[in-house]
């Protein structure tokens, strides 16, 4: 059996947006670009998906900017926020994506910049009192936050945010690719300039994601050519991949009461059964608070002689899972998440797991039984892992 836990490092594609890609693979390959019927066809499917996100996200089609992904959008947006929209100051947190934290450090490293960090409680919620009390010491601020984080499942309360952004006439940022198709988002009810999507996070295609730029703000592109996006992204676009996130959104805001309902009770089950066959755990962040991102649940495991290897192990048992963030897999340091709320413990292995709608109540179990006896069994040599391979 091969159980996959790892979804908010990337998701299946589903079946229907699989179909939904086919013909633009195939039959309609015109350019969008062309004024023949051939690239007709493909601007009217490439403007049927703006209107999709659009509309589901209540906000104008013109403010929907289609790029490479998530790690794009957050470049475009905070870039643009910079060299665009005059901000001198950063505010961020040390939880964010490396696609935020390595871009503003950059910025503050050419002195282009002041980089401030917001404080976080013991839990790596964001310290309201003490961003608004950044806010107050004035500039023109970028606030960029994350909205559920990759790691920990701890949301952040973006009206709330907002309202503290508008007070002091801040531009505010947040990345929500792990929110995205998983929550409502009402862009006529937030103080907001820029969010961002990646299909990959919502069963969609990868290579394909957007950034809202709210109307209000304008932003120059980050690549240069021909005026596509009206002229904020050159370049042919990704017309597959753009009909494919158009599909994928549909259908995850289709069926959103159903998926959470689905995927937060998984994760609530999880919980439950590691209580009972694995006490010992820790579970770290807020992510097992019924009100945390409900596709991600971040654990310790209890000392074992299995730590070092605990990834790898599960991996040959047929678990996949991930230590932190994907973008950050194959890294030596452990996660930066982690270790900013103080959460790294000496011999003991963090886990993260994530659910998708095609997770079941079979492959928890499966999980579990296989922590539970990689926790409770002598130490497996490196030598036998490798031949076992």
Do not use: W
Not at 166 to 180: G, P, R, W
Not at 259 to 271: D, R
């Amino acid at each position: 059996m091969k159980v996959y836990l790892d979804n908010a490092a990337t998701t299946p594609l589903d079946k229907e947006v699989l179909d939904a890609m086919l013909p633009f693979l195939t039959d309609h390959f015109g350019n969008p670009s062309s004024t023949h019927s051939f690239g007709r066809k493909t601007k009217t499917a490439i403007e049927t998906s703006r209107r999709i996100i659009s509309s589901t996200l209540n906000c104008r089609p013109q403010e929907i900017c289609f790029t490479s992904g998530g790690t794009e959008a957050d470049n475009l947006a905070i870039r643009g926020s910079v060299n665009d929209l005059g901000c001198n100051r950063i505010i961020t947190s040390k939880l964010e994506h490396n696609a935020v934290i390595n871009t503003a450090e950059e910025f503050e490293s050419a002195g282009k910049v002041e980089l401030n960090y917001v404080n976080l409680t013991p839990k790596g919620h964001v310290d309201l009192q003490h961003l608004d009390e950044l806010l107050a010491m004035g500039g023109k601020c970028l606030v960029s936050l994350m909205h559920g984080n990759n790691e920990i499942a701890n949301l952040l309360p973006l009206k709330e945010v907002g309202e503290l952004c508008k007070k002091y006439d801040a531009i505010f940022h947040s990345d929500t690719v792990q929110t995205m198709g998983h929550y409502e988002f009402d862009l006529q009810d937030l103080h907001i300039h820029f969010i961002t999507g990646a299909a990959h996070k919502f069963h969609g295609p990868k290579g394909i994601g957007f950034l809202y730029i709210n109307r209000q703000v304008q932003v120059k592109a980050l690549i240069t050519g021909g005026g596509q996006e009206r002229k904020q992204r050159g370049g042919t676009e990704n017309l597959y991949g753009i009909v494919g996130i158009g599909k994928a959104m549909q259908l995850a805001y289709d069926h959103l009461e159903e998926h959470q309902s689905h995927i937060g009770g998984l994760k609530q089950y999880m919980i439950q059964q590691l209580n009972e066959h694995l006490p010992g755990c820790d579970i770290n962040g807020d992510s097992g608070s019924k009100n945390s991102l409900y596709t991600v649940l971040n654990i310790t495991l209890p000392e074992n002689p299995n730590s070092a290897m605990m990834l790898f192990l599960l991996d040959l048992e047929g678990v996949a899972c991930s230590g932190g963030s994907a973008c950050s897999s194959g890294a030596a340091k452990g996660s930066h998440v982690l270790t900013a709320i103080d959460a790294i413990h000496p011999n003991r292995t963090s886990l993260r797991f994530s659910f998708g709608k095609f997770t079941t109540k079979e492959e928890i179990d499966f999980a579990v039984a296989k922590l539970q006896n990689l926790c409770e069994v002598k130490e497996v040599k490196p030598e036998r892992a490798t031949q076992a391979y």
